[in-house]
């Protein structure tokens, strides 16, 4: 059974990052403004759907996750734009025989609202994945006032990917 499904993966990913003042608000590559003014903290730019859906296209390949590549440590990728590692994580993949069939992802945050946004958000991420907008999806919730999210501390997001052997 296992080699008739040898030529698809599927991967999971989840990140979280603390909301704090001083620093951007960035989410799928979308610059947001929050209400109190605060941003997301992170040796990178923090952009936690992006390095979900890393980790999620890692995590099918059984390749790790984005600090074994991108680690806190190295200041080469001290505010980087988590857009640029998401591309650089693709490359790895295609280079290991693999295209993207679709990602499906999660944002949890209270505020602000990303409805307005999504759009933007699929089609930034589509761009770097080599895909077409109609295969990335990017959903938005709050978690009700509980956890984290919910007390408004930091904003987290999940993420799914199926892979294809080339």
């Known amino acids: 059974m296992a080699e008739k499904f040898g030529n698809i993966r599927i991967g999971n990913g989840y990140d979280i990052h603390r ?5 951007e608000l960035i989410i799928g590559g979308v610059k947001l403004s929050h209400p109190d003014g605060l941003g997301l903290d992170g040796h990178s730019d923090a952009d936690v759907l992006s390095h979900a859906i890393s980790d999620a296209l890692l995590g099918a390949l059984a390749l790790g996750d984005i600090g074994k590549y991108f680690p806190p440590e190295d200041e080469k990728w001290k505010d980087m734009d988590s857009l640029v590692l998401l591309q650089e994580v693709v490359l790895l993949i295609k280079r290991k025989g693999w295209k993207i069939v679709n990602v499906d992802s999660v944002v949890v945050a209270e505020r602000p609202k990303l409805k307005p946004h999504i759009d933007l958000m699929r089609s930034n991420l589509a761009v770097r994945l080599g895909i077409d907008s109609d295969s990335v999806g990017v ?12 007390l408004e501390e930091g904003i987290s997001s999940q993420a799914v990917a199926l892979l294809m052997k080339i």
């Open 19 to 23: 909301l704090v003042p001083g620093r």
């Open 139 to 150: 959903k938005a919730t709050t978690n009700e006032k509980l956890g984290p999210e919910g």
